[in-house]
Nanobody, 124 residues
Framework: VQLQASGGGLVQPGGTLRLSCVASGFTLRSGTISWFRQAPGKEREWVSG????????YYADSVKGRFTISRDNAKNTAYLQMNNLKPEDTATYYC??????????????????WGQGTLVTVSS
């Protein structure tokens, strides 16, 4: 079972990036996929999640309206489209898979598989 995250890079403020999270060894529909991020010197922060069954998506207030999470079942890949990026979005982004209990989607402890992280730097 493995998650492979990619798509990070250096982008100017206001720019866009799309992160990808390819799953192997299981199907994305079998669980919830979330994106987390961690900036240097800061705690890990939940960014967005999408349920496996009903595809309902959820966002942190800090990214709502700018980021979009999606899933392509045929490619067994999840995405995080990030628009209007800000310097405060700079962080290493991780995808994770789990089956969080109701109301626990933001809790990183309930995710049992994690990708290796991809660095996003927003700077002029």
């Amino acid at each position: 079972v493995q998650l492979q995250a990619s798509g990070g890079g250096l982008v100017q403020p206001g720019g866009t990036l799309r992160l990808s999270c390819v799953a192997s060894g299981f199907t994305l529909r079998s669980g919830t996929i979330s994106w987390f991020r961690q900036a240097p010197g800061k705690e890990r922060e939940w960014v967005s999640g999408i349920h496996g069954g009903n595809s309902h998506s959820y966002y942190a207030d800090s990214v709502k309206g700018r980021f979009t999470i999606s899933r392509d079942n045929a490619k067994n890949t999840a995405y995080l489209q990030m628009n209007n990026l800000k310097p405060e979005d700079t962080a290493t982004y991780y995808c994770a898979r789990g089956r969080p209990p109701l109301g626990s989607i933001r809790n990183g402890d309930v995710y049992n598989y994690w990708g290796q992280g991809t660095l996003v730097t927003v700077s002029s």
